[in-house]
């Protein structure tokens, strides 16, 4: 997990101190979820908290960004670029502009050798989501969203209620077997299970299908391109 670049939600309770008051709480419930769905599909969460280098991703099996606010280096785009053509998986999550904009942070530096671009805030208003039954999840899941960002390119499979004109999530097959997963909205991998009087999202279902697709080793799967 990479915690560098200003993250917005994610940090290592482990170097916070109790005056954070509230916050730390919030981080020990994100990271006690996090870690039990990594423990269900065999994994072990690791931060990031310098400038990544291949050093660093050499022994890593997906490497998890959320939302950041600042920029990756080239070194850090290369390094990144170069671990996920050799089979390495990525989870990568931006907001809507008030947490972080494509100028703070220049993510889709990351993802254009891949086919897949961040862009403008969405214009699908309705609060909740869902996910179609496919590779990602096997089934369709209830999800949280509001107020997400468009992506383009991948193959979607998380949408708004409203339409899927603009899908907030999408997932790509790279070559070596290295894979993608791109969300436009944070909530659900926030393990946001309740929101705006809906309280029965499945976000821990949803982040285990997730984690368990990127870090799965099925040979049948063919490169989307």
Known sequence: MDLAHGQKFWND?????????SNLGRIKYLTDQFVKTASSVSAELYYLKIAIRPEDLSNCNL????????????????AITQYLKKGGSL????????????????????????????GKESPDSAVRGYT????VTEKS????????????GGKPFCFNNQSE???????????????????GDGMTSLYMTSWKAVNDYQCAEFMHD?????????????PSG
């Not at 490497?63 to 290369?78: Q, R, V």
């Not at 179609?132 to 590779?135: E, I, N, T």
């Open 132 to 135: 179609k039954a496919g590779l």
């Open 63 to 78: 490497l998890y960004i959320h939302i950041p606010s600042s920029k990756y280096t080239p070194n850090e785009i290369h």
């Open 13 to 21: 309770p482990a170097g916070m101190v109790r005056s954070a008051g």
């Open 91 to 118: 989870f990568v999550v931006m907001d809507e502009d008030y947490w972080s904009t494509l100028e703070d942070a220049n993510i889709n530096d990351i993802l254009k050798p891949f086919g897949i671009q961040f």
């Open 141 to 152: 899941l209830k999800i949280t969203y509001e107020k997400g960002r468009i992506i383009r």
């Open 165 to 183: 004109e603009y899908p907030f999530g999408v997932f790509k097959n790279l070559k070596n077997g290295g894979k993608i997963v791109v969300m």
């Open 210 to 222: 997730v984690l368990k697709w990127l870090l799965g080793q099925d040979s049948n799967l063919q």
